[in-house]
Each structure stands twice: as structure tokens, then as C-alpha cells.
């Protein structure tokens, strides 16, 4: 996936997500960076990086600035989540979809609610 096809999937399913107010996106060379803004708190958000070179992806939930929640892919760990009830842990999961991120995402921000 190169990056304009990582940005417009991303852009695609965060609309399907009517709890963020405002997302910010800025690529440069082969990197994505965005904040989703959640409506109504300015000290929530899920970061977003993207790399197209190492294939890098990890999305965050944060909260006062802490990771509440996250799924990531790197070449040391491979694919691992974060879960709500220690987002410390690094547990190893399949491979995953920006559309499968995003929908799991929702799960955890409806039970958050």
C-alpha cells in the first residue's frame, strides 16, 4: 500500500465514525501522520502513522495523553494490539485492515460512552 491509497482508505472509514469533530492529515515523502479529534474533547484523539517504506501502521487512542487502546505493525513486533485494560501489553493478532482497525475502534469508543 503506498501512501495515497493508505490515506484515502483512512480518510473512507474515519467518516463512517460520526464521534470525530475534526481530522488532521500531513504526509511528507513516504509518512502519514494524523490526529482524529473526538467531538467534545479536546484532550481525546487517535493518532495515526503510516509508513510506506518499512510498512509501519499504528493507531492510538488517546486520552490526557495516554495510550488508552492501539494496533500496530512493525518489523521488530509484527501485529500486535493494545487493549483497553493494559494498553502496555503487546498482544501478537492477525494481520489487519484499515476498515478492521477503525471497526474495532468503534467498539471500544461505543463501550467508552
Same mark, same amino acid.
Given at each position: 500500500?503506498?501512501?495515497?491509497? @493508505?490515506?484515502?482508505?483512512?480518510?473512507? $472509514?474515519?467518516?463512517?465514525?460520526?464521534? &470525530? +469533530?475534526? %481530522?488532521?492529515?500531513?504526509?511528507?515523502?513516504?509518512?502519514?501522520?494524523?490526529?482524529?479529534?473526538?467531538?467534545?474533547?479536546?484532550?481525546? @484523539?487517535?493518532?495515526?502513522?503510516?509508513? $510506506?517504506?518499512?510498512?509501519?501502521?499504528? &493507531? +492510538?487512542? %488517546?486520552?490526557?495523553?495516554?495510550?488508552?487502546?492501539?494496533?500496530?505493525?512493525?518489523?521488530?513486533?509484527?501485529?500486535?494490539?493494545?487493549?483497553?485494560?493494559?494498553?502496555?501489553?503487546?498482544?501478537?493478532?492477525?494481520?489487519?485492515?484499515?476498515?478492521? %482497525?477503525?471497526?474495532?475502534?468503534?467498539?471500544?469508543?461505543?463501550?467508552?460512552?
Amino acid at each position: 500500500m503506498n501512501v495515497h491509497q @493508505f490515506v484515502d482508505e483512512l480518510l473512507q $472509514e474515519l467518516a463512517t465514525v460520526d464521534r &470525530f +469533530a475534526q %481530522i488532521a492529515v500531513q504526509t511528507e515523502g513516504p509518512t502519514v501522520r494524523a490526529n482524529a479529534y473526538l467531538s467534545g474533547r479536546i484532550d481525546s @484523539f487517535l493518532r495515526i502513522y503510516f509508513n $510506506e517504506v518499512t510498512g509501519t501502521i499504528a &493507531f +492510538a487512542l %488517546i486520552e490526557q495523553r495516554q495510550r488508552l487502546w492501539g494496533i500496530d505493525f512493525d518489523n521488530r513486533r509484527g501485529w500486535h494490539k493494545h487493549p483497553v485494560q493494559d494498553p502496555t501489553q503487546h498482544i501478537k493478532t492477525d494481520p489487519m485492515s484499515v476498515r478492521e %482497525i477503525i471497526g474495532e475502534l468503534q467498539v471500544i469508543l461505543v463501550q467508552r460512552s
